[in-house]
């Protein structure tokens, strides 16, 4: 099993910044793609960013590239989330996802999450 606590979110205005933070426990973090994802109320669950295990693959969603950077720090087990130039329609709960080696970006692909954090973002 993999525990997963996110913390970092908050309420926001617009064209601001925050980081995400996601701690993991009870696996070889090393051996672990992360991912985040967002859910605003009354819509699917969506992906936000991934980051291969070794840190050298990252994947964003096309409503976030130039804005969000996913980054992790395996000395310390965590995968961060930085969230620049934020919009309104940025708001959500955001969930830290994990899987086992091989990076991903679809919901059902990863088996580990997080209780999410919220993220708000005033206009």
């Known amino acids: 099993q993999v525990q997963l606590v996110e913390s970092g979110g908050g309420l926001v205005q617009a064209g601001g910044s925050l980081r995400l933070s996601c701690a993991a426990s009870?696996?070889?973090?090393?051996?672990?793609?992360m991912g985040w994802f967002r859910q605003a109320p009354g819509k699917e669950r969506e992906f936000v960013c991934a980051?291969?295990?070794?840190?050298?693959?990252?994947y964003n969603a096309d409503s976030v590239k130039g804005r969000f950077t996913i980054s992790r720090d395996n000395a310390k087990n965590t995968v961060y989330l930085q969230m620049n130039s934020l919009k309104p329609e940025d708001t959500a709960r955001y969930y830290c996802?994990?899987?086992?080696?091989?990076?991903?970006?679809?919901?059902?692909?990863?088996?580990?999450w997080g209780q999410g954090t919220q993220v708000t973002v005033s206009s």
């Open positions: 980051i291969s295990s070794g840190g050298t693959g990252t």
């Open positions: 009870g696996r070889t973090f090393s051996n672990l793609a």
């Open positions: 996802a994990a899987r086992t080696f091989v990076v991903a970006t679809t919901v059902g692909a990863f088996d580990f």
